[in-house]
């Protein structure tokens, strides 16, 4: 019994650019799949073809027990899409457009009224909701976007990119909106270019790249597969980096002399990978004190999903958002798509 969402093998090229190189994926009812990838990866064209947009070239999906390719229509009435553009139209007001979207669904007017109040209010949108969307912020279309793909709550939602573009308030609002949904039954897709975005949200996470899934699973599970944590050790005088080495590579997790130990002379740095956390750390503290070596700092770090991004793809995710478009209420783009993209002197972990 194929999940919420089911697809395999799909492939889709555009011209000489292959989109899609054979993308498999299983959503289980109820539960959130992100999709987690880089400009271009085919994150788009994945939803496009799961929501009847675009047909693929080959492959076969399932969603909400419907084949996408032989009933788009029945697969229509069943999901809701929001996508990575908002499409409001921008001379209704927030209200008319939701209204408009219930009556589309063939909802009285009653009730249309009623869920497009409720659904301005859920997405603080009550104060502007007889504008007209043209006046509206980036960061204002984008709920309105999303407010509209909820006018009846199907049970298989996709939002493309639901929060690019948002300021952190927004966007932490609209992750306790979508908590809600889900918490209700929905079965959702999203994709995102935040990882920590994927790292909320998300039961399970698929990174795709180059048209494919190249990795699956819950945001721990990845992060093991990065190569768990370390030990990072700063010693105050150069001439203790040999000792603390030495001493550190006892506790590295292959143990000694495999050459896991690695030391970054000019930061008088020395890492190693470790299993046994806190308490592992306090004894290397001991140790390092009964030795008397000196030091500046000492830290356990963990891998973070940007460590995993890095490790799978080779490059940073979040980088190069210039063409991301909208922005936020107060019209900044957020700091944090910016930044986490460009940190410099990342090397991959491969
Ligand atoms: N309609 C189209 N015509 C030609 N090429 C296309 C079309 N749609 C997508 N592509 C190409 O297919 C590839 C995948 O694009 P897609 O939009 O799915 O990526 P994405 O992961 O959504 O990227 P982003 O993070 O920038 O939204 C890209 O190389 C893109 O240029
Ligand atoms: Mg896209």
Known sequence: ???????????????????????????????????????????????????????????????????????????????????????????????????????????????????????????????????????????????????????????????????????????????????????????????????????????????VDQGRVIAQGTSDQLKARTGGERVEVVVHDREHIAAASALLDKFSLRGPGKGDTAVEDHMRKITTPVSGGAKLLAEIIRELDADGIEIDDIGLRRPTLDDVFLSLTGHVAEAGREDAGDEGDDGKRTAEGQDRGRRPGKEAVK
């Open 1 to 207: 019994m194929p999940g919420a969402i089911y697809a395999e093998g799909l492939v889709k090229s555009f011209g000489k650019v292959k989109a899609l190189d054979g993308v498999d994926l299983e959503v289980p009812e109820g539960t959130v799949l992100g999709l987690l990838g880089p400009n271009g990866a085919g994150k788009t064209t994945t939803v496009r073809c799961l929501t009847t947009l675009l047909r693929p070239d080959r492959g076969k999906a399932v969603v909400a027990g419907l084949d996408v390719l032989k009933q788009p229509d029945a697969v229509r009435r069943s999901i809701g899409l929001s996508g990575q553009f908002a499409a409001v139209d921008e001379y209704l007001t927030g209200r008319e457009n939701l209204q408009m979207v219930g009556q589309l669904y063939q909802m009285r007017a009653k009730a249309a009224k009623v869920r497009a109040d409720e659904l301005l209010e859920q997405f603080h949108l009550a104060d502007a909701a007889d504008r007209i969307a043209k006046t509206y912020s980036g960061g204002m279309r984008r709920r309105l976007d999303l407010a509209a793909a909820l006018v009846v709550s199907p049970p298989v939602m996709f939002m493309d990119e639901p929060t690019t573009g948002l300021d952190p308030r927004n966007r932490q609002q609209l992750w306790e909106v979508i908590k809600q949904l889900v918490s209700g039954g929905t079965t959702l897709l999203l994709t995102t270019q935040y990882l920590e975005e994927a790292d909320h949200l998300a039961h399970d996470i698929a990174v």
